[in-house]
């Protein structure tokens, strides 16, 4: 759901000077992202994670798809769904095709890359991982894909392969790394997917989550209603959501 700001921001409100009182209340963000054709997530993409995980590190970049109609805004409520037990989170580093990519070489690749942004790739273990068949079924409930804050121009980021990214659940830090520690490359990514499928302007890649993941501790740490989840990436902006129970 899309909240109001009780006051414009604090930049918004320097900005706007002695007017910044007299003016009306602002919708929150959505995603930066309006429909894309495609979300795919990246798996067991971090070191850290992959060791944390129990299953090593992939030869080959693996990815699953999250239905798009999980996209939300980067501060709306994160709603467990229906029989939910074992909500997760993923701070991940995402990035937005920007134009038409089919067999593109790796030398080729980020140059069809539009911008970088945030995604909280909420993921149900149970339904992900207890219920067989694909990874998505775990990925793609309502609300499951906040995207944002901002999508940044590649042009902005000269280095996206060396940005702090951090999640704390409560605030009790969770996930604190830097993206140095991809297994494999984003030029990679971007490549290798575009081997099994075109990817369309607007598609979202979201590139895997280091570790720090509830599935990983022990015991394993869940989400529950009321908890609140605050992510970041150096340079691209914060995200913050809390926990809502199933509505009825």
């Known amino acids: ?74 501060h709306d409520d994160v709603v467990l769904p229906r029989g939910a037990e074992k909500l997760d989170w993923e701070a991940e580093l995402a990035f937005v095709i920007g134009q038409k990519a089919s067999y593109v070489s790796e030398a080729d690749a980020l140059g069809h890359v539009a911008g970088y942004t945030i995604l909280n790739d909420y993921s149900e273990r149970a339904f ?56 494999f490359g984003l030029a990679k990514i971007v490549s290798y997917v575009s081997e099994f499928m075109t990817l369309l302007p607007g598609d979202v890649i979201s590139t895997g989550s280091p570790a720090g993941t509830g599935v990983g501790l022990h015991p394993p740490q869940y989400l529950r209603a009321g908890d609140v989840v605050a992510l970041g990436i150096a340079g691209l902006g914060e995200q913050r959501q809390r926990v809502a129970a199933f509505p009825g």
């Open 1 to 74: 759901m899309m909240k109001p700001f009780s006051a414009p921001p604090a930049r918004l409100a320097a900005g706007l000077g002695p007017h910044a009182a007299q003016c009306p209340a602002v919708p929150g963000l959505g995603s930066c992202v309006a429909r894309p054709s495609n979300i795919m997530c990246i798996g067991l993409y971090y070191r850290g994670h992959g060791a944390e995980a129990g299953l090593g590190f992939p030869t080959e970049p693996g990815f699953s798809l999250k239905a798009t109609t999980a996209l939300r805004g980067p």
């Open 128 to 183: 992900q991982l207890e219920r067989g068949g694909q990874w998505t079924k775990g990925k793609s409930a309502d609300t499951f894909a906040p995207l944002g804050p901002y999508l940044t121009p590649a042009t902005a980021v000269p280095n996206p392969e060396n940005l702090r990214i951090w999640l704390s659940v409560n605030g009790e830090a969770r996930q604190e790394a830097t993206t140095a520690d991809l297994v």
